[in-house]
């Protein structure tokens, strides 16, 4: 019996990826991760945003 479990990767995208994907501004999408409002990592001075949360946050809007 073959107990593997496969994990899923989210897919990590910068702000510049997700600016040209999207057509908001580098400064709202950045805004956004100051505010707490998308999931996202810090690497550096990166910003890696999880695409997949990033459209649910636009499908659903805040939440607040």
């Given at each position: ?31 956004l991760c ?12 990166k910003f ?17």
């Amino acid at each position: 019996m073959n107990n593997t479990t496969t994990l899923k990767l989210p897919v990590m995208k910068t702000i510049k990826e997700i600016m040209t994907e999207t057509g908001f501004s580098y400064r709202h999408i950045s805004q956004l991760c100051h505010q707490n409002k998308i999931v996202y990592i810090r690497t550096g001075k990166k910003f890696l945003i999880n695409y997949e949360k990033f459209i649910e946050y636009l499908n659903t809007g805040d939440t607040d």
